[in-house]
């Protein structure tokens, strides 16, 4: 195990509405980043926290948006949902913003249908 | 633009043979590469990574990949196989963004080892 939890496990919303999806990361661990993974993709990367600041994002739209907390834990917010947001989530935190030199490590991730 | 790629959706090997899965990369300056592994219902699980130095690299579960600069290239490699290597892998590069480094994941590769 990762030591990363992330909840729920599976959620289901319908089109238009907003959803709230939590992270908790490894002991000790100041990063935390955001990935979706489409059916049959790899993981897309959404954004960045380090130190409870956005630190980088990918190319999604604004309605998606994150906070971390000052443990370090993280919350992923989706609002206006859409279909193609149907995805799992994922959530990683490692040590450092340097994703490059700092292994990430992983949750189970949140399934997320949208009806 | 920077980019991974997993030409095969789908390796299949039989147990006790070596394995192979393949991964080209397009990155400015020098890539920092990775590769993980998912298994269902799992979250993404560090296998091994390049920074610099020594062209092969030895990971987890008896993994090891090679770097090969001049044709982009990061396989993916073991010398026996087994059953419960069975899974889904992604290979990453790093990518410049902003203030931050994010990962960039490829398609993903299934692996079946047949007993």
Redesign the interface.
Known sequence: E?G?T?SPTHLIKTRGQQVTLRCSSQSGHNTV?W?QQAL??????IF?Y?REEE????NFPPRFSGLQFPNYSSELNVNALELDDSALY?C?SSLG?????N???????TRLSVL | AQSVAQPEDQVNVAEGNPLTVKCTYSVSGNP?LFW?VQYP??????LL?Y?TGDNLVKGSYGFEAEFNKSQTSFHLKKPSALVSDSALY?C?V?AL????????????TRLSIRP
């Open positions: 990762t990363v992330q980043s990935y049959g993709q790899g993981p897309q990367f960045q380090y630190n980088g994002r990918g994922l990683a913003a340097q994703l490059a030199k292994i990430q490590y992983f949750g189970a991730g | 920092y993980y219902n799992r979250g993404l699980q560090f990574k920074i992604f990453a790093r963004y902003s203030s931050a480094s994010k990962i960039i994941f490829g398609s993903g």
